[in-house]
């Protein structure tokens, strides 16, 4: 089974500023999907990024990018020119790219809770 | 509909009762999926629809948790006999037909379950 750990609980950078939240898991497959969501106080999950695992080439999205190491199973995120409106708890994830019905499903990490300062 | 609708927003239930949480999920949309949220945690795979397919019901944690999906749409997550530890905000995803390789889900915003 695939397991998402993330260690920071909580992290918190001044605005403006750039953070990097840390990922890793554990998987013996090889092609699989990774992604970033992002929880604000509404509760609903936000999409911020996802990545490939075929792909080498490091995923980007506006001030969001990933660090992805495969050999390492990390799978950091950056946010740059960090903005008030960043703030959120923001969950790492896996999907497995399997056919089978199981598949499917995301595991989540347990979550980072982010601050941004003034 | 534009989103994943989910419905109450919030509910307050005695120890013992029975609920049902419902979800309805985006138009087009053939795969939903049920998580659970406790307190400072992580998402918990419970349940995925897909299609006409049998269900995956291989994350509900006992046999007081139900699942339906009626025609393909809405899905309605029930439990029984609830009980304190069932206290968590259930959240309901979508996403379109297997395997779009690339796709993520778009989550509803999810019901707060209180058993007191």
């Known amino acids: 089974a695939q397991t998402v750990t993330q260690s920071q609980p909580e992290m918190s950078v001044q605005e403006a500023e750039t953070v990097t939240l840390s990922c890793t898991y554990d998987?013996?497959?090889?092609?699989?999907?990774l992604f970033w969501y992002k929880q604000p106080p509404s509760r609903q999950m936000i999409l911020v990024i996802r990545q490939e695992a075929y792909k080498q080439q490091n995923a980007t999205e506006n001030r969001f990018s990933v660090n992805f190491q495969k050999a390492a199973k990390s799978f950091s995120l950056k946010i740059s020119d960090s903005q008030l409106g960043d703030a959120a708890m923001y969950f790492c994830?896996?999907?497995?790219?399997?056919?089978?019905?199981?598949?499917?499903?995301?595991?989540f990490g347990e979550g980072t809770q982010l601050t941004v300062n003034p | 509909g534009a989103g994943v609708s989910q419905s109450p927003s919030n509910k307050v239930t005695e120890k013992g009762k029975d609920v049902e949480l419902r979800c309805d999920p985006i138009?087009?949309?053939?795969?939903l999926y049920w998580y659970r949220q406790s307190l400072g945690q992580g998402l918990e795979f419970l349940i995925y629809?897909?299609?006409?397919?049998?269900?995956?019901k291989s994350g509900l944690p006992s046999d007081r948790f139900s699942a339906e999906r009626t025609g393909g749409s809405v899905s309605t997550l029930t439990i029984q006999r609830t009980q304190q530890e069932d206290s968590a905000v259930y959240l309901c995803?979508?996403?379109?037909?297997?395997?779009?390789?690339?796709?993520?889900?778009?989550f509803g915003s999810g019901t707060r379950l209180t058993v007191v």
């Open positions: 995803a979508s996403s379109l037909v297997m395997p779009i390789r690339k796709s993520g889900y778009t």
């Open positions: 994830a896996y999907r497995s790219a399997s056919g089978k019905t199981s598949g499917s499903r995301l595991t």
């Open positions: 138009s087009g949309h053939t795969a």
């Open positions: 998987t013996s497959e090889s092609d699989y999907y």
């Open positions: 629809f897909q299609g006409n397919s049998a269900p995956d």
